[in-house]
């Protein structure tokens, strides 16, 4: 039997109601059981998410993959159990009914909130509120980018979110649905949970915002409907979909919808309901099954919306098959997200060049001419900066800008909305089809900070460009200069952090961090100039191992100077002095901590030495312990910088040759390797 008889074999005469009751209840029953959870948005965003399943919603779970699926995003992610109800009706693979029973425990593919990566048809990570609706607006973007630039034979698809009044509240949502109507991304409709609670009360306690009036003045269509009826449910999405800028439609619905003594409450947001309430709501629904149990034609009829997914996935691999084979080849590729050969080229010749020429430039001048490499041999690095693209240097000199109604750019002006940048990055690698890039300064870090730890936690390829990376901004003063960003930002597990002390390891970070497919990375770059010491860079990449040494003396060594970025050159300069001493200083390089932790014990070993080390950083310490041990010394910042000329600062703050010399020669004597006589 074919997929088209299978479907309509499947369909039959389920009302409207048990089909939603069945979400209701399954999550009332997951959530019980796990004595853990949040039954109130699922009961009551039910009725939407029946109706935009059943009747809207393009997707196939026999392939989540698919590339031409509407993305579906539950901003609301406390609500996880709507969306494992979901995937195990419609017949996802990896929720079974088991897996529903084992919410919220070890090793289940239904956690707490939805996760990218761990269960299928789960299109991102959520639960920070905001962060979803933020995605979306990634998601929409790239599927309006793709279809610049390969049609609507293949891309084809939209972006629907379910947001709550929190993901409203969030900052992230302003920034974000801001962009999202600048640049009329019509594929994208977010469906409002207009339940007016909050985990402390009702709404009205802390908000009286005109949410509809907020994203019409951002240039979105928006209009409110009652959640609870399927048919003007219907009617919204369907119209919004014809619209030409995104759209809001506010769905007016009762949390815990079906509880008799809890909906409409917060009492139904964040807890099981407890037996005598959830029998009492049995009676309300009408729905006399046992816990988990799903009658058969309910789930049928589940089970041919899913099995109809096949049919319109079939349909778009015969027209992929059918356009033209160039058209077809870079579209294959841009999904599949591999560097392209004549990438290989590209940053070989950047190396070599740097290296011949060793020139003195800052490392934000060094990332601009490794994009003004790159970008033409890779066609689906898209680019951008959060309104500081003349001081980031993001903008390769091929790339062109993405506008409103002109989509096949690549190179996007995300104005000063440096969390938005950060979470629509995470949802443009989402999409597929893109290497995201995207620039600010290194202390507005913190502005981006919690879209980072997803794209950490998500394991996405997101590349941050952060330059003026320390007190070498100079008079700017200490609201830029970023001391404590470096520490903090390495704390984040699967994180690459990247500080290059030249242009050649400039030219390797971004090697490594785009050839990290599955984790996000962050370019720290200097505003001032540095010299380059690498003359040979030709062989393997030494950024990819995270330190190595730059300068070895002959015989045993007596110190180890380790730095990053720009104090190498201090490092290089105070082992010279040392030398003048008879103190044999060995120099290195640590470009990336978390890469170098990745190395063999052997290679470190060698690296780092035996004897006294010290640690040169114009940042607060943080973790540099784990490489200068107990005996070392750290010359660094202890508190935050001031305004003044660069070289006036690094003066003041004592990060200077001379005083890695002097801890240097406490060290030693410290240690009892040799007496120095200072």
């Not at 019409?216 to 609870?228: E, L, T, Y």
């Not at 893109?434 to 502005?447: E, M, N, Q, S």
């Not at 490594?512 to 962050?522: E, T």
């Not at 001032?528 to 060594?557: C, H, I, W």
């Amino acid at each position: 039997m074919n997929i088209e008889s299978r479907t309509k074999a499947l369909e039959g005469n389920v009302s409207h109601r048990d089909m939603a009751n069945a979400i209701r209840f399954l999550a009332i029953d997951a959530v019980e059981k796990a004595k853990s959870g949040h039954p109130g948005m699922p009961m009551g965003m039910a009725d939407v998410a029946t109706v935009l399943f059943s009747r809207f919603l393009k997707f196939n779970p026999a392939d989540p993959a698919w590339p031409d699926r509407d993305r579906f995003v539950l901003s609301a992610g406390h609500g996880s159990m709507l969306l494992y109800a979901l995937l195990y009706l419609t017949g996802y693979e990896d929720v079974t009914l088991d897996e529903l029973k084992r919410f919220r425990q070890w090793g289940s593919k239904t956690p707490g909130h939805p996760e990218y990566g761990h269960t299928a048809g789960v299109e991102t990570t959520t639960g920070p509120l905001g962060q979803g609706i933020a995605t979306a607006v990634g998601m929409a973007l790239a599927e309006r980018l793709m279809n610049a630039r390969f049609g609507n034979a293949v891309v084809d698809h939209f972006t629907y979110a379910i947001a709550g009044d929190g993901c409203l509240m969030e900052g992230l949502s302003h920034e974000a649905i801001s962009l999202a109507g600048h640049l009329k991304l019509n594929r994208l409709i977010v469906l409002f949970d207009d339940n007016e609670i909050s985990i402390d009360g009702s709404t009205s306690l802390s908000c009286s915002d005109d949410q509809l009036a907020r994203f019409a003045a951002s240039g979105w269509s928006v209009r409110r409907i009652d959640g609870h009826d399927p048919v003007a449910i219907h009617k919204a999405i369907e119209e919004e979909r014809q619209s030409d800028c995104p759209s809001l439609i506010a769905c007016r619905t009762v949390i815990g919808f079906g509880s008799p003594n809890r909906q409409g409450t917060e009492k139904a947001h964040g807890a099981p309901l407890g037996g005598d309430e959830i029998a009492a709501t049995r009676i309300a629904l009408q729905w006399p099954y046992q816990p988990f149990e799903i009658p058969e034609d309910i789930l049928t009829t589940w089970r041919a919306i899913g099995v109809r997914g096949e049919l319109v996935c079939s349909a778009w691999k015969d027209r992929l098959s059918q356009i033209d084979v160039d058209i077809r080849s870079r579209f294959e590729a841009a999904l599949d997200g591999k560097l392209s050969s004549a990438y290989a080229d590209a940053i070989a010749s950047i190396r070599a060049r740097f290296s011949a020429e060793r020139p003195n430039i800052a490392t934000r001048q060094a990332s601009q001419q490794v994009l003004d490499e790159i970008a033409a041999s890779q066609p689906n690095l898209l680019g951008g900066s959060a309104d500081l693209t003349h001081s980031n240097l993001t903008h390769g000199k091929s790339q062109k800008p993405v506008r409103r109604g002109l989509l096949d750019g690549s190179y996007i002006h995300y104005g000063v909305r440096e969390h938005a940048m950060a979470a629509a990055m995470n949802g443009i690698a989402l999409h597929g089809g893109f290497i995201p890039y995207g620039g600010t300064f290194l202390t507005f870090a913190d502005y981006s900070r919690p879209a980072i730890r997803i794209a950490a936690l998500m394991g996405v390829r997101v590349i941050h460009v952060m330059t003026h990376d320390s007190i070498g901004l100079g008079e700017d003063g200490p609201t830029h200069q970023p001391v404590e960003h470096l520490a903090s930002l390495r704390a984040i597990p699967k994180l690459l952090v990247f500080r290059p002390a030249d242009a050649v390891e400039t030219a390797e970070a971004w090697d490594c961090a785009l050839q990290a497919k599955n984790r996000p990375s962050i370019l720290c770059l200097s505003r001032q100039a540095l010299p380059t010491f690498r003359s040979d860079a030709r062989g393997a990449n030494k950024v990819a191992l995270g330190a190595y040494l730059v300068a070895s003396p002959e015989g045993t060594r007596d110190v180890t100077l380790i730095a990053t970025g720009s104090e190498v050159a201090i490092a290089l300069d105070a082992a010279r002095r040392l030398a003048k001493l008879d103190i044999r200083a060995a120099v290195v390089s640590v470009p990336c901590f978390d890469l170098f932790a990745e190395q063999a014990d052997e290679y470190r070993s060698a690296v780092l030495g035996r004897g006294p080390r010290i640690g040169i950083e114009a940042a607060i310490q943080g973790d540099w312990a784990r490489w200068i041990g107990e005996d070392g010394e750290f010359v660094g910042m202890t508190g935050f910088g001031a305004s003044a000329p660069a070289d006036v600062l690094y003066r003041g703050f004592g990060i200077t040759a001379e005083a890695a010399v002097a801890a240097a020669l406490r060290t030693i004597n410290r240690h009892g390797s040799r007496r120095i006589d200072q």
